[in-house]
């Protein structure tokens, strides 16, 4: 389960990332791609189906330190939004 | 709490090394150990559904039945399905106890762990 599931408040992201349809390990890989390409404190949304991803872009986030403000899952699409912190 | 991981490469096709780390981890749960095992490489072949229970070997116990004792003692597992690619094998079929996770969990329990083995 993702840090942040449930929050009620709006979300905005600053950018959107795609990776359905990618495995292990390229939505890690495109997602701190593109966390760089945002300020610090906006936010990133990535869409997922891989299921291996919920897990390691969790741990990614709390290891690199950036936060996962919301996560959602509707019939197997994962999605995050992590805000960028440095 | 001290945390070791165990990572289990070797599958169905060397059933002989495929106990060590479930009876390690209920053994490190007994000790007050938190224990994980990940799955990769040929060992996710020993975590698709109904595998465990086809081996037995030796005088031990069903395959299966270690890895309940394992489950109950509060060991969590951890399944790369992405090394189904690997082996050209389907995706999915796993036991439902496991978590489907990826390098960078891999990399992430590794770096928590006080100890790693590797089967």
Known sequence: MGVGEGATEEVRPARELDCVGLYCPVPIARTKEEIEKIGVGEVLKVEADDPAAEEDITRWAKRTGHEIVKFEKDEGILMFYIRRTK | ?119
């Open chain 2, 1 to 119: 709490m001290a945390k070791i991981l165990y990572v289990q490469t070797s599958g169905t096709d060397t059933p002989e090394r495929l106990y060590a780390p479930f009876i390690l981890g209920a053994t490190a749960a007994a000790m007050g150990v938190e224990a994980a095992i990940f799955f990769m490489i040929k060992g996710i072949t020993a975590v698709r559904r109904g595998e465990a229970e086809k081996i037995r070997i030796g005088a031990f116990p069903t395959l299966a039945e270690a890895m309940r004792q394992a489950l109950d003692a509060g060991v969590k597992i951890y399944i790369c399905e992405q090394s189904t690619q690997l082996l050209g094998v389907p995706r999915g079929d796993f036991i439902p106890e496991g978590t489907i996770a990826g390098g960078a969990t891999l990399n992430d329990l590794a770096l928590d762990a006080d100890a790693v083995m590797t089967f």
